[in-house]
């Protein structure tokens, strides 16, 4: 596989990117590869936007994602994909949780919120890989696990054994969670294959 | 948890959770701190640990001195502090700097540039010249556990107080860490007197002011051979000095050149940095907010550039840094699109939320303070006027009563939580009473240092060990201040609130109100079954009363004059507002804003 990379983690305070970031972390250094994660968590609990930052390679220094070198964008919420368009180039490939969450502005009446986004990063040459997260999360049985529906997508774009990422949720994931989060990665990476 | 593997074990882990392992790793035995990102979670895992003692400390000066007496009973000990806790902490760091130590004495402290999460950027560097005391400096949570076990060697070899500085990008990065051995001190626990060393009276100071002279001589002659000032020969045309991050940020944007890493950045290394310079054309000094390093290195009599080059604000990253000092601006993205921001917020439910409401309607000037409650701010509340450091909201406060005499009668309050208060409140209402104004203070409390992470504090009924602990009694505390008015009221409830304030904010007289509700994010609040509100879309007007609580769970749905006859509206109805009833924990603030019966209660 490509010898070192970079994956931005994007979305809202309460989606569960600090999980999503930490297995893909912990595939990654099962691999063998150095890592490093940046995160900005201090509001992390009320709704801000919240970002990770993940660089994986033979030596890691600086823990930060340089504008215009994000391999791979993981957007939780789709209109967050837009606010980190200047870490992206043509290549990068991003997936996108479909799922709406108002900000402030928008559900207070003041702004509306904006329409064709998926047309917006598509336009731009980008690769969009669309997953609704929160229905797949759903239909399992449990809104919360759709941050793994993101990381079953994220599964089918890296080289690495879908048993790599499984061994991963086992280790992280509550047993009495398991169930669940296990068949939300993997209808997530389904959604992943077919798009 | 804390990880508890053999050593040699690679661990995956924050610089925080490093830091913690360090302190395990050499052996500390008592630390105390106060909440602040991003220094939250050293203490947090420490707590995890055998064999050590950990609290929460009401403020960093009281978490500091606790620090200095378990050093000066002869065990190695831990402060922790976010860099402008380090502030409230100087008044002891600067003569324990005198005293020395017996056991190891380390001070963590946590920088924020770019205030993530702070109201200032400040650079915690200057403490060390300033309190003339030496300094570490990691890159990454290998190197903080690493650095952290050498600070308690270096505190013991040289008699002194060590500063650790920490950042943001060191603290909540996570990296590859090596578990290590543990450490044990020499120095034998007990009681010991020595006051010709620790009572700090001016005699005896003046003589440890000379031994401090001599140390920072000794550390300055180490700092020449201290294996972690490392210099990387490379590229000879630029010779960068650096330290901790930013020391990435450069061999990321220039592998190949010559770099000077100082994992000490104060005393620093004379004899090195010359060396340095006389090897390379030009020497560039990289680091974050101040020239530290920089004017150091010019008093040397060493030219060099840093700040003409590198920004002195705000975080760096490598781009900027290739940036700054090549003029290349490296890869670039997509150019940026205007996108609806998306700042924190109040959680639904939040007990802050109906107090700011009710401050609003009052039209009083709101003198504020450091925490979630800081949001109140924030449209549609805008409900705070003024907001500059922990507990000042009641000084404040009072200034400007003096200053305004009858004029700001019934227009001021002061908005403060229950930690904020115990932090460092307390006094200002002391102040309040005993100098005599008309202040209104009003104590959030909430139960919890909530804005860190729910950390427990003197008011919470238990301690960062999880044992259970006196909880505060404000009312009592604030009656024998001498407030003759204190008041505990449920912000929940809004006519209840609005009333006791209007009361007491008329008074001449200082006053207390305490709104007291628990934070929805504790464990008992968020176990407890919560019964959503519903709308009764067909009833909703669009007046949008409800939205001016800005509740994140209410929604508002724009609709055009065809959308709204199709729903049965008026053709003017600009829109429906909708309760989300997976956010919504149903606590009922809105309902009485409601004239027109769109929301009820949940079914229990």
Redesign the interface.
């Known amino acids: 596989m490509k010898k070192s990379g970079n994956i931005l983690f994007c979305g809202?305070?309460g989606q569960g990117i600090l999980l999503a970031s930490e297995l893909t972390?912990?595939v990654l250094?099962s691999q063998g590869h150095?890592?490093?994660?940046?995160?900005?968590?201090?509001?992390a609990?009320?709704?801000?936007?919240v970002e990770a930052h993940l660089r994986y390679g033979k030596k890691?220094?600086?823990?930060?994602i340089?504008?215009?070198?994000?391999d791979l964008l993981l957007a939780f919420e789709i209109?967050?994909a837009?606010?980190y368009?200047?870490?992206?180039?043509e290549k990068s490939k991003v997936i996108v949780n479909t799922q709406r969450i108002?900000?402030?502005?928008?559900?207070?009446?003041k702004?509306?919120?904006?329409e064709n986004i998926l047309e917006?990063l598509t336009g731009?040459g980008l690769t969009v890989i669309p997953v609704d997260g929160f229905e797949i999360a759903r239909e399992a049985g449990n809104?919360k696990a759709a941050n793994v529906a993101l990381v079953g997508a994220l599964s089918t774009l890296l080289p690495i054994p879908e048993a790599s990422f499984l061994t991963a949720i086992e280790k992280r994931v509550p047993s009495r969670f398991l169930e669940i989060n296990l068949k939300v990665f993997k209808a997530g990476r389904k959604a992943g294959k077919e798009s | 948890m804390a990880p508890k593997k053999p050593a040699s074990e690679k661990l995956?882990l924050s610089g925080n959770e490093a830091l913690a392992l360090g302190a395990h790793e050499a052996s500390v035995k008592v630390a105390s701190g106060y909440p602040g990102?991003?220094s939250t979670e050293i203490l947090e895992n420490l707590s995890t640990y055998s064999n050590v003692y950990t609290e929460w400390a009401p403020n960093e000066k009281v978490g500091l001195e606790v620090a200095i007496g378990a050093s000066f009973a002869g065990v190695r000990a831990l402060a922790t502090m976010k860099h402008v806790g380090l502030n409230v902490a100087a008044d002891p760091l600067f003569t324990a700097s005198y005293t020395g130590v017996r056991g190891g004495l380390v001070i963590v402290v946590a920088d924020d540039p770019t205030m993530?999460?702070s109201q200032n950027e400040q650079d915690s560097r200057n403490y060390a010249l300033a309190a003339k005391l030496p300094m570490l400096e990691p890159s990454?949570p290998a190197e903080a556990k690493e650095y952290l076990k050498l600070a308690y060697r270096l505190s013991e070899q040289f008699d002194t107080p060590v500063l650790l500085k920490s950042c943001?990008?060191v603290a909540?990065?996570?990296?590859?860490v090596s578990a290590g051995k543990i450490e044990k001190s020499k120095v034998k626990p007990g009681i010991e007197r020595m006051p010709a060393k620790l009572v700090m009276l001016p005699a005896n100071a003046r003589a440890r002011r000379l031994a401090v002279a001599e140390r920072q001589g000794k550390l300055s002659t180490f700092a020449e051979t201290f294996a972690e000032n490392q210099l990387e020969w490379g590229d000879k045309k630029i010779g960068f000095v650096t330290a901790g991050?930013s020391y990435?940020?450069v061999?990321?944007a220039f592998p190949k050149a010559t770099v000077l890493k100082l994992g000490m950045v104060y005393p620093l290394p004379v004899n090195l940095i010359r060396e340095l310079a006389a090897g390379v054309d030009e020497v560039v000094v990289v680091e974050e907010l101040d020239p530290f390093l920089e004017t150091q290195i010019k008093a040397m009599g060493i030219p060099c550039r840093g700040k003409e080059l590198i920004p002195a604000i705000g975080e760096l990253?490598?781009?900027i840094v290739r940036r700054s000092v090549t003029g290349n601006a490296?890869?670039?993205?997509?150019?940026?699109?205007v996108?609806?921001?998306?700042?924190?917020?109040?959680?639904a439910g939040c007990p802050h939320r109906g107090l700011f409401y009710n401050l609003n309607r009052l039209k009083v000037f709101v003198s504020g303070d450091i925490g979630?409650y800081t949001?109140g701010f924030?449209?549609?509340l805008s409900a705070m006027d003024a907001c500059v450091c922990m507990g000042a909201s009641i000084g404040m406060a009072h200034g400007m009563a003096k200053a305004l005499g009858d004029e700001g009668k019934g227009k001021i309050v002061a908005v403060l939580g229950d930690s904020t208060f115990i932090h460092s409140g307390i006094t200002g209402l002391i102040n309040t009473v005993y100098n005599k104004d008309y202040s209104t203070v009003i104590i959030l409390d909430n139960r919890i240092t909530a804005m860190t992470?729910h950390q427990p504090n003197p008011a919470s009924g238990s301690t960062l060990m999880g044992e259970p602990a006196n909880s505060i009694n404000f009312e009592e505390l604030c009656r024998a201040i001498g407030v003759k008015h204190v008041r505990t009221v449920n912000p929940q409830d809004l006519k209840e609130t609005y009333d006791a304030l209007k009361e007491e904010i008329e008074r001449d007289e200082p006053s207390v109100v305490i709104t007291r509700y628990p934070c929805v994010?504790i464990p008992s609040e968020k176990k407890r079954v919560k019964y959503p509100l519903h709308t009764v879309i067909e009833n909703c007007t669009g007046c949008?009363s409800c939205?001016r609580i800005?509740c994140?769970a209410?929604?508002?749905h724009?609709l055009t004059p065809a959308e709204a006859q199709k729903r049965g509206y008026k053709d003017k109805q600009?829109?429906y507002a909708q309760i989300d009833e997976?956010t919504c924990v149903g606590c009922g603030l809105c309902l009485p804003l409601c004239k027109f019966k769109a929301i009820s209660k949940g079914d229990k």
Not at chain 1, 111 to 114: A, H, N, R, S
Request: hydrophobic share 35%; net charge neutral; proline share 15%.
């Open positions: 809202v305070g972390a912990e250094l150095d890592a490093k994660k940046s995160e900005v968590h201090g509001m609990q009320r709704g801000g936007s890691v220094y600086s823990p930060l340089e504008p215009g070198t994000a209109m967050e837009l606010r368009l200047p870490y992206l180039h108002m900000p402030p502005a928008v559900a207070t009446g702004t509306i919120y904006p917006e731009r809104v | 995956w990102t991003p993530h999460s990454d943001t990008r909540h990065v996570k990296g590859v991050t990435l940020y061999k990321e990253n490598s781009a490296g890869p670039s993205g997509f150019e940026p699109v996108v609806v921001p998306r700042p924190p917020n109040m959680c979630c949001l924030l449209p549609p992470g994010l949008q939205l800005g994140p209410i929604h508002w724009p600009k829109g997976i």
